[in-house]
């Protein structure tokens, strides 16, 4: 019995501010942030609401070096090349903006691709008239060095940019980004890795994964408050790239430019050190332990209630698995979302539907809060829906 599910699994989950009417199985879209996290937050807040200019305008560059150092340490990254952005969103499209693609330019991405970063890549090719080249990896997984080749049988001569995810969202799949980016890196073709779902879940080494580009969400699973996600910029690219919005500091630096880009609040990412703490008193190695258990649990309860087949191995999932409904269920984007609707409205539970090419499927996540009753109460409720 995985200890979190034991005796002290309700002071864990006591530990949120979760409603505990919802079996809240969507950590994956914008985590969920401890009470102690956001204790730390509004502290942070009352400093500065206090003294507002000595602590944005004489404090802050240094309260952001201090952080950064944590955060290089976490990433084992170079805290010269790191540098905070609001999401992984906005750190795609700086990355976009600095690729001085032109006509003709491919960028290299997979079907597995977030959404919001299609659009990014779509409104790019728009206004450069690069081509988007999107691999398509199927589902059930190939084995991993199978999706390696997939990417890299699809680099040519116009490739100038590859966007691959460590972890995806539409499918909750990990990738072999160490493979993936080495190939890129023997064809020196620019990497940038959107890890949106790697920091917590997965432990990333970024001084071994030597990305060219990597960004990485801290309000998924670190638990740090809503907004609060880290750039890296590889040495050799680090004159090239800008913040979207120049400000004061344009012309000083990589840090200069990104630490301010106008007045915002930035207890978000002053709180990440909080967040990490929090999450290793809990331990991550029997974090990630239980909450890779506990997606595979729920996805055998799941798949089972809904008559379908796994489609990944153990191997290939990490915080977050993938169910599919059957053949022909949820048949458009808004029959999906009005099922998951119905699930919210009618069972209480928070859970992802996911439309992907001709199928849909259920996205599960785990963390330290979830447990096996969530995913039961969602294999109950599953069969009467559909």
Known sequence: MNPLWGPDWPSVKARWTLDPAIAFLNHGSFGATPRSVLDAQQAWREQME???????YRRLPSLLGDVREEVAAFLR???????????????????????DLGPGDEVLTTDHAYPAVLNALASTAASTRAHISAVLVPVPLPRPEEIAELVAARITERTKLALVDHVTSSTGAIFPIGTIVALCRQR?????????????????????????????NFHKWVCAPKGAAALFVSKEHRAAVRPLVPSHGYGSGLHAEFDWTGTNDPTAHLSIPAAL???????WDRLRRHNHELAGLGRSLVAEAAGTAALMSGDQFGSMSLVALPEGTAATPEDAAALQARLYDEAHIEVPLMPWHDRVFVRLSAQAYNCPGDYERLAAALPALL
């Open 188 to 216: 020196e073709i620019p990497v940038l890795v959107d890890a949106a779902h790697a920091p917590g879940m997965l432990p990333v080494d970024l001084e071994e994964l030597n990305p060219d580009f990597w960004i990485g």
């Open 277 to 283: 703490r929090f999450m290793a008193d809990l331990g």
């Open 50 to 56: 206090r003294r507002p200019v000595e602590f944005l």
């Open 77 to 99: 990254a170079d805290p010269a090349g790191v540098v905070f952005v609001p999401n992984a969103t906005t750190g795609v499209a700086t990355v976009l903006a600095a690729a």
